[in-house]
């Protein structure tokens, strides 16, 4: 199964090219048969007449010229004569008492010799394996014409331009397996490439509704679909924030009284609270806005915005700065959503920095992704909460807590930003210590 094609156009042509192929074996196996067929009657004609045509000439023949005139004679191939005064069968040939198949004596001519004065007087015959035989005809006037027929081996494939037409007219037939698979195919690939763009983008074009009506209806159930999961979203986005409105007005309400509360442990305590509820309300908006992103796709220097990501870092913890480091090229050619990205590394980074102490990001473009590690000398997190960990508000005990002010969904939009790009990302703990955000993105140029 490993020559198997993986892909339906392969597999399509590849069953195409062996039904062609039995075809051919078929119809050139019907042709040899015929063309053997059709050379062997040829040949018998031939010879018959050849034959016949020398033995009337001989029979008006003087007998003394008959050997001279035989051996100026020039046979067609295969094809032997002499004349014996004597023996029926010539020194050199097999004697035909030992391979007579049929001896008759004549009682009437046959038709092919025409008048009676044409008639042999005897004729013998003897096979000669595996084809062949030897024919001698006996003169009414004494005398024997020997006739030696070894007829060449039929040539059902002897022709000049065979070749070079079965050639041209299998190239063509190949030719137009390929370009008619690729033309059924085409609709297919045209949907799954469809499907991948909705996947990163929701708001990605939808397909041609055109071609056959298979493919008219399969593009119809697309667009559908693509236009519900639209509806959805914008939906959901709306009702998000509607309820981050909603919720802004009685949480502003109540931190105007907390403020006139004369307990000042109490106040600081409910203050804290409302700005809980505030930073949980303003990371779900993100969150929706993110999954519903409208920004465009452009070519960025992903390089440069690594180092961008890493110097803002810097700056916003000064105390950590000697362990932010950049390891890649200084310039990388990507196709994407800078910003989205931007986020994404941004929230990766601010990870290790908060729960590591430093941020280590390599960057490096290989022949089918351009690859990018985030690294921290942490605690690290256990094994079965490598992948939980990317599930939204889902915060992990020990130093990633609620009280660090991280509110869950870090990493859940980080993740969302990189499939909708067609790469991915994930933790992995290192041996020498600490967490790595393995991070994916499709071929940069």
């Known amino acids: 199964m490993t020559l198997w094609p993986r892909s339906l156009a392969g597999r399509t042509a590849l069953l195409l090219l062996i039904g062609l192929l039995i075809v051919q074996a078929a119809g050139l196996t019907i042709h040899a048969l015929d063309r053997v067929e059709l050379q062997s009657i040829i040949q018998s004609r031939e010879i018959a007449g050849r034959g016949f045509a020398l033995w009337r000439n001989m029979v008006v023949m003087p007998p003394e010229r008959r050997a001279a005139f035989l051996a100026d004679l020039e046979m067609p191939a295969g094809m032997t004569a002499s004349f014996d005064a004597q023996t029926a069968v010539r020194a050199g040939m097999p004697p035909v008492n030992e391979h007579v198949a049929h001896r008759f004596r004549l009682n009437g001519p046959p038709p092919s010799f025409g008048p009676a004065r044409f008639r042999p007087r005897e004729i013998l015959v003897a096979g000669i394996p595996p084809d062949g035989f030897v024919l001698s005809m006996r003169f009414i006037d004494g005398g024997w014409l020997n006739l030696r027929v070894q007829p060449p081996h039929a040539r059902p494939w002897h022709s000049d331009t065979f070749l070079a037409a079965f050639i041209a007219m299998s190239g063509c037939a ?3 397996i390929l370009w008619g698979v690729r033309r059924m195919i085409r609709p297919v690939a045209a949907l799954a490439a469809a499907a991948d763009a909705l996947g990163r983008n929701v708001n990605a074009p939808p397909l041609p509704e055109e071609g056959p009506s298979e493919t008219a209806t399969a593009a119809r159930a697309f667009n559908t679909m693509a236009s519900r999961i639209r509806r959805f979203v914008d939906d959901r986005t709306q009702m998000l924030a509607a309820i981050g409105h909603d919720l802004r007005t009685p949480i502003t309400r109540l931190r105007l009284r907390a403020e006139f509360m004369e307990d000042d442990d109490q106040r600081r305590k409910m203050l804290a609270d409302l700005s ?3 930073a949980m309300i303003n990371a779900t908006l993100a969150f929706a806005r993110d999954d519903a992103a409208t ?9 440069a915005l690594c180092q ?8 916003t913890a000064p105390d950590k700065a000697d362990g932010i480091i950049y ?3 200084e310039r990388l050619r990507a196709q994407g959503r800078p910003a989205a990205l931007k986020r994404a590394l941004a929230n990766l980074v601010g990870n290790a920095l908060a729960y590591g102490g430093d941020a280590r990001l390599k960057l490096a473009n290989e022949a089918d992704a351009a690859r990018i590690s985030i690294e921290d000398h942490g605690p690290g997190i256990p094994e079965s909460d490598l992948e939980t960990a990317f599930q939204p508000f889902r915060r992990l005990e020990g130093s990633r807590n609620r009280e660090t002010g991280g509110s869950g969904l870090g990493l859940t939009i980080a993740r969302n930003i990189l499939r909708a790009h067609g790469g991915d990302v994930t933790l992995r703990n290192r041996r020498e210590g600490g967490l790595a955000a393995l991070i994916t993105l499709p071929a940069a140029s």
């Open 174 to 176: 190949v030719a137009l």
């Open 276 to 278: 809980e509820m505030e």
């Open 295 to 303: 920004e465009p796709s452009v070519a960025f220097d992903l390089a």
């Open 308 to 315: 961008t990501v890493l110097d803002e870092a810097a700056d």
């Open 327 to 329: 390891e890649g090229p």
